[in-house]
């Protein structure tokens, strides 16, 4: 598989934690204005402007969050920042700075945590974020991986998840549950292997769904391309966990109820075909899937016009008053109400 059977092996033991710390960031460049001091200190230092300041974290842990035998390790560096920089972009915030602690056994040489950070590295360049510290420990099984993002955002620019109001159009960017089957592909070869490790399997049917699930892109620019289009969200979330749990925080901190339309989910058609193959429901692996890192957003009605034609966009619904609950308008235009269950519970 995609397995990096890696020829060289330095254990972490002959650098000792200063030396590996130093090791891993010293291509480091900071870039952001506000970064004052990085790595290397007690603390980082960060220049205090008007703006206002949002941090996010997320923890990552091995064989719950990440499974290495198809996971490469550069791949999960780069994840890994994206999982927060998404967080950060759903405040309608930009990213500035992260920091990286990880906990490691033993098993894991300097070669491999290198990649690790060749991935970290890729992502701080790509998204203009400086690493500007973090906390190395040993673990004795496995890897822990936290990072957290700091970003800024114009205190009128901030866009919560409590803002929607009642016949505001509801908005996701991109498409939805590819990265779910592009976790279902790749286990799915991952058996095949152990059965037999000289098949090589035939992955071009699922490139995107692959890259979607490997190297997933926070989206940087949705920011951006609403101010272009003068238009305000009135409340904004991530997608991480399927996007029926977070349309449901969305209406439920908005008290509001909403109505999704299946007809208008957005799927790419390798989505579609691998259904198929998979016997699975497009809609549920669209609304339970997770990982799409896509941007969910409410608009008022009156941006129709400046939503509709963007192929960013897909207006998939509309935001009603609270006792109408949350449902979804099947294609036979039949009500059903929304159920948050997460990419967990398609494993039953
Ligand atoms: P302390 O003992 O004060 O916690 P450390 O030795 O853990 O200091 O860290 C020294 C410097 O290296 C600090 O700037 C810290 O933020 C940074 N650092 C530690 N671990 C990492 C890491 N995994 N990635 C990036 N920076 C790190
Ligand atoms: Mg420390």
């Known amino acids: 598989m995609i397995e990096d059977k890696n020829q060289e092996r330095t254990s972490l033991a002959q650098l000792g934690e200063f030396g590996l710390i130093r090791h891993l960031t010293q291509y480091f460049k900071s870039a952001q204005?506000?970064?004052?001091?990085?790595?290397?200190?007690?603390?980082?230092?960060?220049q205090v402007t008007d703006q206002q300041m949002v941090v996010t974290t997320d923890l990552l842990v091995e064989g719950v969050h990440f499974d290495l035998s198809y996971m490469p390790l550069k791949?999960?560096?780069?994840?890994?920042?994206?999982?927060?920089?998404?967080?950060?972009?759903?405040?309608?915030?930009?990213?500035?700075?992260?920091?990286?602690?990880?906990?490691?056994?033993?098993?894991?040489?300097?070669?491999?945590?290198?990649?690790?950070?060749?991935?970290?590295?890729?992502?701080?360049?790509?998204?203009?974020?400086?690493?500007?510290?973090?906390?190395?420990?040993?673990?004795?099984?496995g890897m822990l991986l936290s990072v957290t993002a700091i970003g800024t955002a114009k205190?009128?620019?901030?866009?919560?998840?409590?803002?929607?109001?009642?016949?505001?159009?509801?908005?996701?960017?991109?498409?939805?549950?590819?990265?779910?089957?592009?976790?279902?592909?790749?286990?799915?070869?991952?058996?095949?292997?152990?059965?037999?490790?000289?098949?090589?399997?035939?992955?071009?049917?699922?490139?995107?769904?692959?890259?979607?699930?490997?190297?997933?892109?926070?989206?940087?620019?949705?920011?951006?391309?609403?101010?272009?289009?003068?238009?305000t969200p009135t409340a904004m979330i991530d997608i991480s966990d399927g996007l029926s749990s977070e349309v449901m925080h969305l209406c439920e901190q908005s008290e509001k109820g909403c109505k999704i339309y299946e007809d208008k989910l957005?799927?790419?058609?390798?989505?579609?075909?691998?259904?198929?193959?998979?016997?699975?429901?497009?809609?549920?692996?669209?609304?339970?899937?997770?990982?799409?890192y896509e941007l969910l957003f409410t608009v008022p009605i009156a941006d129709f016009d400046k939503i509709k034609a963007n192929p960013n966009f897909s207006i998939i619904g509309h935001v009603t008053e609270k006792s109408q609950g949350m449902n979804l308008v099947t294609r036979a235009n039949q009500e059903i109400e929304l159920k948050a269950q997460g990419w967990n519970a398609m494993k039953e």
Not at 33 to 46: E, H, N, R, Y
Not at 182 to 192: A, D, F, I, Y
């Open 33 to 46: 204005a506000t970064t004052v001091k990085a790595v290397g200190d007690d603390a980082a230092v960060l």
């Open 75 to 141: 791949h999960l560096g780069y994840k890994a920042v994206m999982v927060n920089l998404s967080d950060v972009y759903a405040m309608n915030a930009t990213a500035t700075q992260i920091t990286v602690s990880m906990a490691v056994s033993n098993r894991f040489s300097l070669e491999a945590l290198e990649e690790l950070y060749a991935g970290i590295q890729l992502a701080c360049q790509t998204y203009n974020v400086d690493l500007i510290g973090g906390d190395t420990t040993s673990s004795t099984k």
């Open 155 to 231: 205190k009128e620019d901030i866009v919560y998840r409590n803002g929607a109001k009642e016949t505001d159009l509801i908005v996701v960017t991109g498409d939805l549950g590819a990265a779910y089957l592009g976790l279902q592909v790749l286990e799915r070869e991952k058996q095949v292997f152990s059965v037999d490790p000289k098949n090589q399997p035939d992955l071009d049917n699922y490139t995107y769904l692959i890259e979607r699930q490997l190297k997933p892109e926070a989206r940087k620019d949705i920011s951006g391309l609403l101010k272009e289009l003068d238009v």
């Open 266 to 292: 957005p799927l790419d058609p390798q989505v579609i075909s691998a259904c198929e193959e998979f016997n699975l429901d497009s809609t549920m692996v669209a609304l339970s899937g997770g990982e799409d």
